[in-house]
DNA sequence: CGTCTTACTTACGTTAACGTCAAGCTGTAT
DNA sequence: ATACAGCTTGACGTTAACGTAAGTAAGACG
């Protein structure tokens, strides 16, 4: 039952994608769909990638680096050390993201205070709007 | 004192850019050296934009939007008006990057979950490869 | 049979913010 | 004079991840 295929447009609604997308990971091997003549077919295991391409990119790696990964994971639960090395990936990525955050958050901070400084101008300007009427 | 120009090397010196950098700026009208001959030469003036400019782009904002916010500055403080659309704008920025960086949070809150995961798994890996032996 | 729907391939377009030549001018130190 | 450093303008190249349009095929339906 789960082995059913999907076309195109129903991955693309199941998904919230752009047939576009689908052939886009396609031609860069990051998804496999089987041909029944011209048409693309999805399986269970394009849809399991499709879920890793996704949360992936949540995850801010490029799609080529998902490439890498999804390699990995297809090359078996045999080689523990290419899991060592997803690991690892993994652990940089969250390395450089908490650095992102931290800046986003250094430049929040920045930013709130130039808008204190940017209501107190307006309030003075406003003031000064007043006292001159 | 002040009132010394800079050449443009100076200029990449001091602020960490390269020439390409601000004659492109110059060219989207961030910037307005004057020229003594061919040679471009910045003014005070033009530092204090860059500085904005460069605070700008730490803001996420971009190019576009930071020239409009510098003409905005430039049109006088008499227009309490367009202060105030400034105000707004850097306000609407501030809302995007803090949801920005709950996104990420929530990422990276997740990625720890994978990690966790992925430590696990290593984990009984070794174990099934030490039982082995 | 005609037409509609869905899909297909090919290939150029998009966006931002510069990078990277190429070719030429200018001032100065040797 | 010459070599060299530093500046100039133009203009094409880069990157990622698709968007978009043109032209075609293939199956379903009435």
């Known amino acids: 039952m789960s082995e059913k295929t999907m076309t195109i447009r129903e991955m ?6 752009t047939p576009r997308t689908l052939r886009f ?4 091997e ?3 769909p089987i041909r029944e ?3 693309r077919l999805f399986t269970k295991r394009d849809r399991a990638r499709l879920k890793l391409i996704l949360r992936g990119k949540r995850f801010g790696f490029s799609l080529e680096e998902i490439r890498q990964l999804l390699d990995l994971y297809d090359m078996g639960d045999q080689q523990a050390t290419q899991l060592q090395r997803t690991y690892e990936v993994a652990q940089h990525r969250l390395k450089d993201m908490e650095e992102q955050r931290d800046e986003l958050n ?5 930013l709130r205070e130039q808008l204190k400084w940017g209501e107190q101008f307006l309030a003075d300007l406003a003031n000064q709007k007043d006292a001159a009427q």
């Open 37 to 39: 003549g011209q048409k």
């Open 30 to 32: 990051l998804l496999f």
């Open 12 to 17: 693309c609604d199941a998904y919230d994608v």
């Open 25 to 28: 990971y396609e031609s860069k």
């Open 106 to 110: 250094e430049a929040i901070d920045d």
